[in-house]
T-cell receptor
Framework: QQKVQQSPESLIVPEGGMASLNCTSSDRNVDYFWWYRQHSGKSPKMLMSIFSNGEKEEGRFTVHLNKASLHTSLHIRDSQPSDSALYLCAATPATSSGQKLVFGQGTILKVYL | GGIITQTPKFLIGQEGQKLTLKCQQNFNHDTMYWYRQDSGKGLRLIYYSITENDLQKGDLSEGYDASREKKSSFSLTVTSAQKNEMAVFLC????????????FGPGTRLTVL
């Protein structure tokens, strides 16, 4: 069964610091990765997605993907207290019959003043 | 833009009870999903419906039934609630396509006494 593993489980960074979150799929058929952010008591919202090798930057957020190792990472620079949330990585298998997303267990990020 | 509405927001049931959760979306999306999220953890797919007359089981379908009444609505039934079960059930929708972004509703929080 496909699994998406995220690390670390939780992360604490100071305001202004860099947060780095990791995600790896054990399914070789995965070809699209998503990062969702979920603030406490709220619903998940898509942050970024990536399917090409390399990196993609949007403001303070950068996503990397290494397709050979099926590893993606999310980096948040100049972290703000409002970035404190549960970060969920999800993967879409290329052979998916339908539109299934498989989610990891998440990384809890806390940014302190 | 659009919105996803889930009812009820909180649901308290008794062990063995049959419970129904409802979801409505006005995005005019073809595909709808039901996920379960245990406290602070990742999402697990219960059922999804690619188009109005379709129904697909996810990895966690045992103990649940689903019904796509019309394009805009998707219901989930807990067939026999388990004592001490506590989770948030999230409904999502997307356009057609394997790589379509999923948009989430606010969730229904279930407590079983």
């Amino acid at each position: 069964q496909q699994k998406v593993q995220q690390s670390p489980e939780s992360l604490i960074v100071p305001e202004g610091g860099m947060a780095s979150l990791n995600c790896t799929s054990s399914d070789r058929n995965v070809d699209y990765f998503w990062w969702y952010r979920q603030h406490s008591g709220k619903s998940p919202k898509m942050l970024m997605s990536i399917f090409s090798n390399g990196e993609k930057e949007e403001g303070r957020f950068t996503v990397h993907l290494n397709k050979a190792s099926l590893h993606t990472s999310l980096h948040i620079r100049d972290s703000q207290p409002s970035d404190s949330a549960l970060y969920l990585c999800a993967a879409t298998p290329a052979t998916s019959s339908g539109q299934k997303l498989v989610f990891g267990q998440g990384t809890i990020l806390k940014v302190y003043l | 833009g659009g919105i996803i509405t889930q009812t009820p927001k909180f649901l308290i049931g008794q062990e063995g009870q049959k419970l129904t959760l409802k979801c409505q979306q006005n995005f005019n999306h073809d595909t709808m999903y039901w996920y379960r999220q245990d406290s602070g953890k990742g999402l697990r797919l219960i059922y999804y419906s690619i188009t109005e007359n379709d129904l697909q089981k996810g990895d966690l379908s045992e103990g649940y039934d689903a019904s796509r009444e019309k394009k805009s609505s998707f219901s989930l039934t807990v067939t026999s609630a388990q004592k001490n079960e506590m989770a948030v059930f999230l409904c999502a929708s997307s356009t057609l396509g394997v790589y379509a972004e999923q948009f989430f509703g606010p969730g229904t929080r279930l407590t079983v006494l």
